[in-house]
């Protein structure tokens, strides 16, 4: 039943060393999300893929990196954590830009960073 | 600035009882405002989705309203349940043809046996 997938569930660093979260899906939607959650905040958008076509918001830290390397999955680097990574990271998909176009989300990983 | 602003930033109720949540939003151009729960350490669920020309929609026990003159949605729950503890986010999507959502820091939501 399980349509975002998001491995692993909770993920432990150390300080400058690389992490990659990655996240799958059911669903064969076109365009894939990657959101930060800090405590009691609104998720903020990283950036997303439509497709292949990368997106990266304008705010979004060198130190995050993305990857699609095909519909179904597609992971998020961060070269360099430090601790103000520590975060919930969630990813969404949705089918396309249509209105009624709704994300669904994954359970998110939650990044802790010693 | 886009901006998506909740009320309350908590609230306690008792099982069984009702609340509203509000949603106000400074976002243009609009595209359609959702309606999320978000279990504790869980992705966001969709409950309802409205465009500017809908005025309510209802889920189960969850009923969302939309003024798109006054820029204000509300989120009502009948008959709460312990499942309902919960963070209620709103979210509004800008235009069609964007990718962009602006989501508001949600509504904390305990509801007391």
């Known amino acids: 039943d399980a349509m975002v997938i998001q491995n692993p569930r909770y993920q432990v660093t150390q300080f400058g060393k690389p992490v990659t979260l990655s996240c799958s899906q059911t669903l064969n939607h076109n365009v894939m999300y990657w959101y930060q959650q800090k405590s009691s905040q609104a998720p903020k958008l990283l950036f997303h893929?439509?497709?292949?076509?990368?997106?990266n918001e304008a705010d979004t830290p060198d130190n995050f990196q993305s990857r699609r390397p095909n519909t179904s999955f597609c992971f998020l680097d961060i070269r360099s954590p430090g601790l103000g990574d520590a975060a919930m990271y969630l990813c969404?998909?949705?089918?396309?830009?249509?209105?009624?176009?709704?994300?669904?989300f994954g359970p998110g990983t939650r990044l802790t960073v010693l | 600035k886009n901006q998506v602003e909740q009320s309350p930033q908590s609230l306690i109720i008792l099982e069984g009882k009702n609340c509203t949540l509000q949603c106000n939003y400074t976002v243009s151009p609009f595209s359609n405002l959702r309606w999320y729960k978000q279990d504790t350490g869980r992705g966001p669920v969709s409950l309802t989705i409205m465009t500017f020309s809908e005025n309510t929609k209802s889920n189960g026990r969850y009923t969302a309203t939309l003024d798109a003159d006054t820029k204000q949605s509300s989120l009502h729950i009948t008959a709460s349940q312990l499942s309902d503890s919960a963070s209620y986010i709103c979210?509004?999507?800008?235009?069609?043809?964007?990718?962009?959502?602006?989501f508001g820091t949600g509504t904390r939501l305990k509801v007391l046996a």
């Open positions: 969404a998909t949705s089918r396309d830009a249509g209105t009624y176009n709704e994300q669904f």
């Open positions: 893929y439509y497709d292949k076509d990368f997106n």
């Open positions: 979210v509004v999507r800008l235009t069609s043809g964007t990718y962009k959502y602006i």
